[in-house]
């Protein structure tokens, strides 16, 4: 066989660069903490929430599934705002050194039966502390970021950065309401805005633009919530200054952009001959995707021989596309055996987008059946 080995080791370390660069604390919920595991994944994170026991081991309370913490210090108070390292146990390999000074068997005992776990199971926020916490005076997007439920079908006028369609990662996924909805940002808080396009006296931003970001706008309008996403459905935007005050005590630096999603490797790879007509086709991308942007973006066909009389092309069998998180691939499954000595050509469309709303690069793959 002919094979030409698809290798981006590289695009994968600048991945994990761009993410080891990104160590702004961010304000979030525990909920989006669960439902967005892999964004928030070996982050600082602040969410404002009460504590409880569970068997003797502290957690964050009346959450879908629990987050135990562990304490930098043991707190004197059950409820504020609780700062730590968000990890994914499954994750992260059993034995990482980087958790030597942490003992994670009562963890694991009362989750796993001991065993190390898989992906989305046991969460822990590591090096805790936590601290009194009391709504501000006016509603900001930090206030609305931590407690969207506080604010929640209210209108609400605050002042952020304008940081065009989530250019710079603030937020784990895209909000998909409008061709203009952008992310505002301020402190260590991000939210979404929609309904109005980021446009007025003296300013017209392009939200797919990073030259346009770090712009500072004030926005009136109704906070929501879908999912773990929360937003602000405009009813007005104009510019603004930058707040003389900040409700937390720390700079926040821009978190640069994680880079385009692309294909890193395929089995069969690209022109490959004498494959298997019973072939499972993987694709891997270099970083996770949106299961929910898959649906109806791999194209499968037979590739016609262009030469004069050939014969028709044979009926392609129906197949499925399912998506491995674990491996970050899809697999393209055929329900009958491919046709003999056919050209088959497997694209993947425009449309498939990272978690953090960047879109995958369109790609393509043809390799050739064998005989048998």
Same mark, same amino acid.
């Given at each position: 066989?002919?094979?030409?080995?698809?290798?981006?080791?590289?695009?994968?370390?600048? #991945?994990?660069?761009?993410?080891?660069?990104?160590?702004?604390?961010?304000?979030?919920?525990?909920?989006?903490?669960?439902?967005?595991?892999?964004?928030?994944?070996?982050?600082?994170?602040?969410?404002?929430?009460?504590?409880?026991?569970?068997?003797?081991?502290?957690?964050?309370?009346?959450?879908?599934?629990?987050?135990? !913490?562990?304490?930098?210090?043991?707190?004197? +108070?059950?409820?504020?705002?609780?700062?730590?390292?968000?990890?994914?146990?499954?994750?992260?390999?059993?034995?990482?050194?980087?958790?030597?000074?942490?003992?994670?068997?009562?963890?694991?005992?009362?989750?796993?039966?001991?065993?190390?776990?898989?992906?989305?199971?046991?969460?822990?926020?590591?090096?805790?502390?936590?601290?009194?916490?009391?709504?501000?005076?006016?509603?900001?997007?930090? #206030?609305?970021?931590?407690?969207?439920?506080?604010?929640?079908?209210?209108?609400?006028?605050? !002042?952020?950065?304008?940081?065009?369609?989530?250019?710079?990662?603030?937020?784990?996924?895209?909000?998909?309401?409008?061709?203009?909805?952008?992310?505002?940002?301020?402190?260590?808080?991000?939210?979404?805005?929609?309904?109005?396009?980021?446009?007025?006296?003296?300013?017209?931003?392009?939200?797919?633009?990073?030259?346009?970001?770090?712009?500072?706008?004030?926005?009136?309008?109704?906070?929501?919530?879908?999912?773990?996403?929360?937003?602000?459905?405009?009813?007005?935007?104009?510019?603004?200054?930058?707040?003389?005050?900040?409700?937390?005590?720390?700079?926040?630096?821009?978190?640069?952009?994680?880079?385009?999603?692309?294909?890193?490797?395929?089995?069969?790879?690209?022109?490959?001959?004498?494959?298997?007509?019973?072939?499972?086709?993987?694709?891997?991308?270099?970083?996770?995707?949106?299961?929910?942007? !898959?649906?109806?973006?791999?194209?499968?066909?037979?590739?016609? +021989?262009?030469?004069?009389?050939?014969?028709?092309?044979?009926?392609?069998?129906?197949?499925?596309?399912?998506?491995?998180?674990?491996?970050?691939? !899809?697999?393209?499954?055929?329900?009958?055996?491919?046709?003999?000595?056919?050209?088959?050509?497997?694209?993947?469309?425009?449309?498939?987008?990272?978690?953090?709303?960047?879109?995958?690069?369109?790609?393509?793959?043809?390799?050739?059946?064998?005989?048998?």
């Amino acid at each position: 066989m002919r094979r030409r080995a698809i290798v981006a080791i590289g695009l994968c370390a600048a #991945a994990a660069t761009l993410v080891a660069q990104g160590v702004t604390r961010i304000a979030t919920t525990a909920e989006g903490l669960i439902r967005s595991a892999v964004f928030y994944h070996g982050r600082m994170v602040v969410v404002e929430h009460a504590t409880a026991d569970d068997a003797g081991i502290p957690r964050i309370a009346q959450t879908t599934k629990p987050i135990y !913490i562990f304490w930098k210090e043991q707190p004197t +108070s059950d409820r504020g705002e609780i700062r730590g390292e968000f990890w994914d146990l499954g994750r992260v390999e059993q034995g990482d050194g980087r958790f030597a000074g942490y003992d994670f068997t009562r963890v694991l005992e009362a989750t796993a039966r001991g065993r190390w776990p898989g992906r989305d199971q046991v969460f822990v926020l590591l090096g805790a502390s936590i601290v009194p916490a009391a709504p501000p005076a006016a509603p900001n997007v930090r #206030a609305i970021a931590l407690a969207p439920e506080r604010y929640e079908g209210r209108e609400v006028k605050v !002042i952020g950065r304008f940081k065009g369609r989530n250019l710079y990662g603030d937020l784990p996924q895209a909000l998909g309401k409008g061709k203009w909805d952008f992310v505002l940002q301020s402190a260590d808080g991000a939210v979404w805005v929609t309904g109005m396009r980021p446009k007025g006296k003296d300013f017209d931003l392009d939200p797919g633009a990073r030259v346009d970001t770090g712009r500072w706008l004030e926005v009136v309008g109704v906070v929501g919530q879908v999912g773990s996403l929360v937003y602000i459905t405009a009813s007005s935007l104009r510019a603004a200054t930058q707040p003389t005050g900040t409700a937390v005590e720390v700079a926040v630096p821009d978190r640069p952009p994680l880079p385009q999603p692309v294909v890193i490797f395929s089995a069969p790879v690209d022109d490959d001959d004498d494959v298997e007509r019973t072939v499972r086709v993987r694709i891997q991308f270099s970083r996770d995707v949106d299961p929910k942007s !898959i649906r109806d973006k791999v194209a499968v066909s037979y590739v016609p +021989s262009g030469s004069a009389g050939a014969a028709p092309l044979p009926k392609l069998p129906a197949f499925t596309v399912t998506y491995n998180d674990a491996a970050h691939a !899809i697999e393209v499954r055929f329900a009958e055996p491919l046709a003999r000595f056919q050209e088959v050509r497997v694209e993947v469309l425009e449309g498939i987008t990272a978690l953090d709303g960047q879109p995958v690069k369109p790609w393509t793959l043809t390799f050739t059946t064998g005989g048998t």
